[in-house]
């Protein structure tokens, strides 16, 4: 989310005015925000410009440095829009030495104030902790809106209306109705607002046009388009009938293992500054008191520092000093507050360095973040709301009790289905003065305030609202395929092969030339964007589709693996390769390499077939992150990063062919900096010894040479930062022998409850996804029999509550994963076994095939060699989670005799790991 989301993981367990900085007056400055004695305002300003090359971006003591004139001529064909002019990249940001004060577009209004003031004096107790309270759409009705006079509700990830996946319109419309009109039926009918995350374009909506990821927008380096795809997409909003999205996403990601890395516009804060600016004032309009009619409400998420983890690990601990919080990852919210964001999320990582002195912990748990810092110092008057579960990973907190994370600062609580017992513990914490009844007040204040500012206390039922109903709004074709254009990046082009004549004779090959799953990725219809097919997508092109339009179907050639072709029989090969979706916390590299081959090795072995024969191979490149592809670019003549394009792939076809789309061709400049060794990360502008194979801002034009030659290509056989260490492991670990083996303890996880449900001592758990009973493997109920009934996504697994074990000594043995099943049925759906090291940190291998092959009705025994999992990155002095089996659909299967065992990867039957793909 800003996260909300269906999860999958499996657990870890009143303002003030700054005495003014500076003396200088600063006017214009940096992003078109104005500083005025440590005060931020925002500006008009000249329309978006392309910045200069890259420089450094320090943090730390000094002075403001003067003010900034536009850059040069506007980039692309974008007049300055509404009342307010697009916002500038500047050359440089100023160096900040304390956390600014930030003027909102939004003045506190007199009359809004009053009418506040007389609700919150007829409020009850429980009607105030109602309106804090957030649950999840498949977690409470309408009735229970009204029973508990609930403020707002959220859509997750992969949840819909009735749990369909092609919810219409008119099913969104007709909840979001029963939900508000439960509201306003409550004694003092204050109106609910729903929340999705619709992060690029309206993600959870069939048949809504997806644009670029961030990662993309990020490379187009227009921050007027970003404001037309912000409007786009808060009309697509406005169709359903929802009030709120959890977007922007402002962070600056340092360390591309980060599986969120791709929501981030760019490591580059310039550009985060600006474009956090351009997408809120896209979301909710220009106006200065009132959101448009045609707006949504914005949130800037997460704050403060989720992209600035150490390895970049998901929910981890951010070690950056308060300058660089200030001078990096805290740029993107100056941008967004100046421009109106009435909302802000907490983020999930912790803010801790003991050398300086910092021992923040959990943000949400952080009354320095959130309220001396957020809401005072820089002046948020909008409300705070947390992440998924957000508070329960406070120390001493659950996901249904946390006083701390209030009276921290937090004013909405995202609790997806503990709601109920988190209202009962509230009340009951502020009635024995736990929680003071002012910061109760404070926070709902807050939440009317933007209700108002919304204009939802006057605004009728959700269908009767501007654009509600109104379908052809959910297509946004023309921007979407625009935003494509001037998102990608040419790394190579040997003897000017692009673009390519229109009668031209292609074969296209590679995975991702006809996916519409993998170019849209993570958060599209699916919290991770797995399980979609090109049907789930009825409205776009794949890339595919687009060379069939461009070049003739009779020109197009078609073949996945590139088996069995003679490529000399064509002008060129096209190979459409790179990444498959994920989102948060599963897509997180942890110590794994950076290097494509290893992480995508059918990608390599495409190329192989196809390069070295003469024609031309020209690789587009399906990605959320730079990665490390050395050898995909040595095996390609022409190069090009498409990121994650949405669900206009007709926009990459514009580019590779010439004709009346292609425009001035390739423009867009890489907003991350692309690495040239396996393990290096984290690479950012300014860094000392920055030595990227590409730098920011680095990007081709047709015509220009390529700069690069033949490349090293250095690999890696141990994850980044990995040492043989650890000794030898010569016993068994047993993990599940009859019953759990202590430390471990069994668990089932679904949407249902993905924080885990501890399978009881009579072996039985259940969910609506999952069920587990005691069956029988090699003697009576010796074994967990897990049944999955493809209803959702769930998993069953094995963990250590109190934290993980170094186990590096099975890899140093050869150990391997070792459990004896029974298949009852096989999987109809991607499945995994996955080892974890304190989630998000952990791998995966793909066992669909495995369990699919293995006899139904018989027992067999699985050995998968650690070697696997830790290639994947798996941190083994960290093992929490020894065996997980997660499956997407339909299986049933016995699991009995789980132990890790030394010597057992060379045994003739143990799995290879390659097979395991």
């Not at 003067?66 to 916002?87: E, F, L, N, Y």
């Not at 030495?97 to 107790?125: C, G, Q, Y």
């Not at 402002?250 to 293992?257: F, Q």
């Not at 040492?723 to 303890?745: M, S, W």
Request: hydrophobic share 35%; with cysteine.
């Amino acid at each position: 989310m800003g996260s909300s989301h269906a999860r999958r993981p499996v657990p870890a367990s009143g303002r003030r005015r700054l005495r003014p900085l500076f003396r200088a007056r600063l006017l214009a400055t940096a992003a078109g925000v104005a500083l005025l004695g440590g005060t931020v305002a925002i500006t008009p300003a000249a329309a978006a410009t392309t910045p200069p090359g890259p420089g450094p971006v320090t943090a730390g003591p000094g002075p403001v440095g003067g003010p900034h004139p536009p850059q040069g001529p506007p980039v692309g064909p974008h007049p300055p829009q509404g009342p307010v002019a697009c916002t500038q990249i500047p050359k440089n940001l100023p160096k900040l030495r304390d956390w600014p004060k930030v003027n909102s577009r939004f003045r506190k209004d007199p009359a809004d104030e009053k009418r506040i003031d007389e609700l919150l004096k007829k409020m009850t107790l429980e009607e105030k902790v109602g309106q804090m309270t957030q649950p999840e759409i498949s977690a409470i009705t309408p009735e229970e809106v009204k029973q508990y006079h609930i403020g707002s509700v959220l859509n997750g990830g992969g949840s819909w209306p009735n749990r369909n996946k092609h919810a219409s319109p008119q099913e969104w419309l007709a909840l979001a109705d029963a939900y508000w009109e439960a509201s306003k039926s409550t004694r003092l009918k204050i109106p609910i607002i729903w929340g999705t995350d619709a992060v690029h374009g309206h993600n959870n909506v069939f048949g809504a046009t997806l644009f670029p990821h961030n990662i993309g927008l990020g490379a187009a380096q227009d921050p007027c388009l970003v404001r037309k795809i912000a409007q786009a997409t808060a009309l697509q909003v406005r169709v359903t009938g929802l009030d709120w999205t959890f977007a922007p996403t402002v962070a600056v990601p340092r360390d591309d293992r980060w599986g969120r890395t791709y929501e981030g516009y760019s490591e580059d804060p310039r550009i985060t500054r600006a474009y956090a600016t351009e997408a809120v004032l896209g979301l909710q309009g220009t106006g200065n008191r009132r959101i448009d009619k045609a707006g949504v409400i914005a949130t800037a998420k997460h704050f403060i520092g989720d992209g600035g983890t150490d390895k970049g690990v998901d929910q981890g601990v951010n070690m950056s000093s308060e300058a660089e919080m200030i001078n990096i990852h805290g740029q993107g919210y100056y941008g967004a507050i100046a421009a109106g964001a009435q909302t802000v999320m907490a983020s999930f990582n912790s803010w801790t360095n003991e050398e300086l002195g910092i021992t923040e912990g959990k943000i949400h748990g952080s009354e320095k973040v959130l309220t001396r810092i957020l809401k005072q110092k820089i002046g948020f008057d909008g409300f705070v709301v947390s992440d998924w579960n957000g508070i329960g990973q406070v120390p001493g907190c659950t996901n249904a009790s946390c006083p701390q994370a209030i009276k921290a600062g937090i004013d909405m609580v995202m609790v997806p289905n503990d709601w109920k017992a988190f209202i009962t513990n509230t009340v009951a914490q502020v009635r024995s003065g736990e929680i003071p009844m002012s910061r109760i007040d404070d926070a709902v204040r807050r939440i009317l305030r933007v209700k108002l500012r919304a204009g939802l206390f006057e605004a009728p039922k959700p269908s009767a609202r501007y654009a509600a109903g109104k379908v052809d709004l959910l297509k946004a074709r023309e921007l979407a395929r625009e935003a494509v254009r001037r998102s990608q990046v040419l790394l190579k082009n040997n003897k000017g092969v692009l673009p390519l004549s229109p009668r031209s004779k292609v074969l296209v090959v590679g995975k991702s030339a006809h996916s519409m799953q993998n170019q849209t990725g993570g958060w599209s219809l699916t919290w991770q964007g797995t399980g979609n097919t090109n049907e789930d997508f009825p409205v776009g092109q794949t890339i595919l589709d687009g060379l069939r339009e461009a070049l003739g179907p009779q020109n197009v050639t078609f073949n996945e693996t590139a088996d069995n072709v003679d490529v000399r029989a064509y002008d060129a090969v096209i190979a459409v390769i790179g990444e498959t979706p994920y989102a948060e916390g599963v897509g997180d590299l942890s110590r794994r390499t950076l290097e494509a081959a290893r992480l995508y090795p059918g990608d390599l072995a495409v190329l192989d077939k196809v390069s070295g024969k003469g024609t031309p191979v020209i690789t587009v490149y399906v990605t959320g992150r730079p990665l490390y592809v050395n050898k995909e670019l040595n095996r390609s003549d022409a190069f090009v990063v498409a990121w994650l394009p949405g669900t206009e792939g007709g926009g990459v076809a514009d580019l590779l062919v010439r004709g009346r789309n292609s425009g001035p061709g390739y423009t867009g400049k890489l907003p991350y900096s692309w690495p040239k060794g396996p393990c290096q990360t984290p690479l950012n502008v300014g860094d000392k010894g920055y030595d990227p194979l590409f730098p920011v801002g680095y990007g081709l034009r047709y015509g220009q040479p390529s700069k690069i030659g033949k490349l090293d290509e250095p690999t890696s056989e141990l994850p980044c930062g990995a040492t043989d260490g650890g000794g030898t492991a010569t016993e068994p670990l047993e993990i599940f022998n009859r019953t759990d083996v202590d430390p471990y303890r069994g668990y089932i996880g679904s949407a249902e409850n993905w924080s885990g449900t501890e399978i009881g001592p009579d072996l039985t758990a259940s969910h609506s996804e999952i069920s587990v009973e005691p069956s029988d493997v090699n003697v009576q109920q010796d074994a967990l029999r897990a049944t999955w009934n493809g209803t959702g996504p769930a998993q069953i697994y094995m963990q250590d509550p109190a934290g993980g074990s170094d186990l590096r000594g099975y890899l140093n043995a050869n150990g391997a994963l070792v459990f004896d099943t029974i298949v009852h049925q096989p999987p109809a759906a991607r499945t995994v076994i996955s080892v974890h090291c304190v989630w998000p940190c952990g791998a995966e291998v793909v066992a669909t095939n495995l369990f699919q092959n293995l006899p139904v009705g018989e027992k067999a025994t699985v050995k998968i060699p650690i070697a696997c999992f830790a290639s994947l990155g798996l941190d083994l002095e960290n093992v929490n989670t020894p065996f997980l089996v997660y499956t997407e659909g339909a299986f049933s299967a016995s699991f009995a005799n789980v132990r890790w065992v030394p010597q057992a990867a060379n045994d003739p039957d143990a799995r290879s790991c390659e097979s395991l793909t």
